[in-house]
């Protein structure tokens, strides 16, 4: 699998692994036949400003998609975060079966900013 180049990344990265539910917004710009789609996708990894997870479609760089997902908190505490992102790049993993996405946050609500960057740093850590 390609990864993309590290010195590029904004912000540092941690391993995530949970499901993660994704709505395209603007269905004519992708390669979806089923307007208003949701393509249920496998996170890869996250950081305070972005994420990037393998979803059996390909989507072009710079669509807006909408995504959430369920973080835990050391307590155990479930907390559904929703963010708006737009598509950095995407790309094709061999044999293609899957593509590699990576997204950026463009509007995150701050509650849950705080939460992702509390789960970066603590997982840093470990």
Same mark, same amino acid.
């Given at each position: 699998? =390609? @990864?993309? !180049? #590290?010195?590029?990344?904004?912000? !540092?990265?941690?391993?995530? +692994?949970?499901?993660?539910?994704? %709505?395209? @917004?603007?269905?004519? #710009? ?5 307007? +208003? ?7 890869? +990894? ?8 393998? $979803?059996? /479609? &390909?989507?072009?760089? $710079? /669509?807006?998609? =909408? *995504? ?5 908190? #050391?307590?155990? &505490?479930?907390?559904?975060? &929703?963010? $708006? ?6 790309? !094709? ?13 463009? %509007?995150?609500?701050? +509650?849950?900013?705080?939460?992702? *960057? =509390? ?6 850590? %470990?």
């Amino acid at each position: 699998m =390609e @990864n993309p !180049p #590290e010195d590029k990344r904004l912000s !540092p990265r941690v391993p995530l +692994d949970v499901d993660l539910y994704m %709505k395209v @917004n603007k269905p004519p #710009e992708v390669r979806i036949k089923v307007h +208003d789609a949701v393509k249920v996708g496998h996170s890869v +990894d996250i950081s305070d400003n972005g994420i990037s997870f393998l $979803l059996d /479609t &390909e989507i072009p760089k $710079l /669509t807006e998609v =909408e *995504i959430h997902f369920h973080m835990f908190s #050391e307590s155990g &505490e479930q907390r559904r975060i &929703e963010i $708006l992102g737009e598509v950095r790049y995407c790309f !094709p993993r061999r044999p293609i079966t899957s593509y590699r996405i990576g997204v950026v946050f463009i %509007k995150i609500d701050p +509650d849950d900013k705080v939460a992702i *960057i =509390e789960y970066v740093k603590t997982s840093h850590q %470990k």
